[in-house]
């Protein structure tokens, strides 16, 4: 099992272009989550989506959208990078939620790093 | 949003025990307290998750006070392997029942020969 995929690894994009991160897991969890990393600031939340069907925003959701097209994937879009998008991004997933209890565990992907100039 | 505080760094020796205290004040009554290690070009990794008092596990052991508005996150005899960044996480309630799980700055653990 590969767990938590993200594509690409690396990214450079100019400031305006739009440009979707993958993520597909292959565990069958129901919830799936996007975090960007910025140094000194830890993991902050951008969305998630709880069960399929169904995405919410996190922290910090402004320019960013995203698709749970299924299942297994989850992807992130940026309609037009701009250079304070420049981050890593990390896709997770975890088990079947459990209502309001929070005892999941979060499984990552390996990140994609992002730089927008 | 509630908001988790952990130091910024711990420094260490190898062969010592560290302990890592995060305070999370706003916790929910129904929500868990976990861990996650991190190294450096790679996504976050499950250590531990406690409810309360404690839990040990073949990697640390997780300490929760009654009132639960902090943990501590206990590393035993630890190596230079073990330096990384270690998160606190809870869950903070949002709209439709769901927890939206939120991540704490994290400490910086620098392990010494």
């Known amino acids: 099992n590969a767990g938590v995929t993200q594509t690409p690894k690396f990214q450079v994009l100019k400031t305006g272009q739009s440009m979707t991160l993958q993520c597909a897991q292959d565990m069958n969890h129901n919830s799936m989550y996007w975090y960007r990393q910025d140094p000194g600031m830890g993991l902050r939340l951008i969305y998630y989506s709880a069960s399929e069907g169904t995405t919410d925003k996190g922290e910090v959701p402004n320019g960013y959208n995203v698709s749970r097209l299924n299942k297994r994937e989850f992807s992130l879009r940026l309609e037009s990078a701009a250079p304070s998008q420049t981050s890593v991004y990390f896709c997770?997933?975890?088990?079947?939620?459990?209502?309001?209890?929070?005892?999941?565990?979060?499984?990552f992907g390996s990140g994609t790093q992002l730089s927008v100039l | 949003l509630a908001k988790t505080t952990q130091p910024i760094s711990m420094d260490s020796y190898e062969g010592q025990e560290v302990n890592i205290t995060c305070s999370h004040n706003n916790i929910a009554t129904n929500d868990y307290i976990t861990w996650y290690q991190q190294f450096p070009s790679q996504g976050p990794r499950f250590i531990i998750q406690?409810?309360?008092t404690k839990v040990t596990n073949e990697v640390a052991s997780l300490f929760i006070p009654a009132d639960r508005k902090s943990s501590t996150l206990s590393l035993p005899r630890v190596s230079l392997s073990d330096t990384a960044v270690y998160y606190c996480l809870v869950g903070v309630p949002a709209s439709g029942g769901y927890n939206k799980l939120i991540f704490g700055a994290g400490t910086r653990l620098a392990v010494h020969p």
């Open positions: 406690g409810y309360k």
């Open positions: 997770a997933s975890s088990e079947e939620y459990r209502g309001l209890t929070t005892n999941e565990k979060l499984f």
